[in-house]
């Protein structure tokens, strides 16, 4: 059973910084793997979306890494900003005929300024 | 390009009622996914429509109901609302279904407050 965990739930950090947001996946058989934010209140907006094929992708100071092997995604952002302050989710498509996503619960990004 | 769009964005509803929500998928789009979020159960799948059909469908009771057009918007319903039906309820597109490598776009969400 395919389960995804992000850690940590909550960090906090000054304004500049740069900062890296775990996600770990149990089973490596996936299609892609997408991360997203969710402002409070909000949907969610899709950042990345990598491929099982990938290594990476960048968008912006965003860049996502994928190691199948390891089961694990980082999202890096590079100068944090206090408009980067969100929720951030990881989200894996399973390979079986169910092709649903399975959600991590979520890092709380707060950027301070 | 317009995205993913849902009807209405705020709902109050009291107890034993029922509630429609509609969902417009990116245009081109055949893949719908209704997603319920709470603080404390974080997001929760509830179904999956492809080409008017349910290909897909999370542990919810059968109170929960959706369906899709023919022009891929969908609509999903609960019946006999609870007090625990309060949450925001998320709609989301893709383009296809399967063996696709395209992500998921989302809507902004119907917040819904039972009272």
């Known amino acids: 059973k395919q389960e995804v965990t992000q850690i940590p739930a909550a960090l906090s950090v000054p304004e500049g910084e740069n900062l890296v947001l775990n996600c770990s996946f149990t089973d490596s058989a996936i299609y892609n793997l997408q991360w997203f934010r969710q402002d409070p209140g909000k949907g969610l907006t899709s950042l990345l979306l990598?491929?099982?094929s990938q290594r990476e992708q960048t968008s912006g100071r965003l860049n996502a890494s994928l190691d199948k092997s390891s089961g694990r995604s980082t999202l890096y952002i590079a100068a944090s900003q206090p408009g980067d302050s969100a929720t951030y989710l990881c989200?894996?498509?399973?390979?079986?005929?169910?092709?649903?996503?399975?959600w991590g619960a979520g890092t709380k990004l707060i950027i301070k300024p | 390009k317009a995205g993913v769009t849902q009807t209405p964005r705020y709902l109050i509803k009291t107890r034993g009622q029922q509630v429609t929500l509609s969902c417009s998928p990116i245009s081109g789009h055949r893949s719908v996914s209704w997603y319920q979020q709470t603080p404390g159960q974080g997001l929760q799948f509830l179904f999956e429509y492809f080409s008017e059909t349910q290909r897909n469908k999370g542990n919810f009771p059968g109170r929960f109901s959706g369906r899709q057009f023919s022009n891929s918007r969908s609509e999903m319903n609960v019946s006999t609302l609870e007090l625990g039906d309060s949450a925001l309820y998320l709609c989301?597109?893709?383009?296809?279904?399967?063996?696709?490598?395209?992500?998921?776009?989302f809507g902004s969400g119907t917040r819904l407050t039972v009272v």
């Open positions: 989301a597109s893709s383009l296809d279904l399967g063996s696709s490598p395209y992500g998921y776009t």
């Open positions: 989200a894996v498509r399973r390979t079986d005929s169910n092709y649903q996503l399975i």
């Open positions: 990598i491929q099982s």
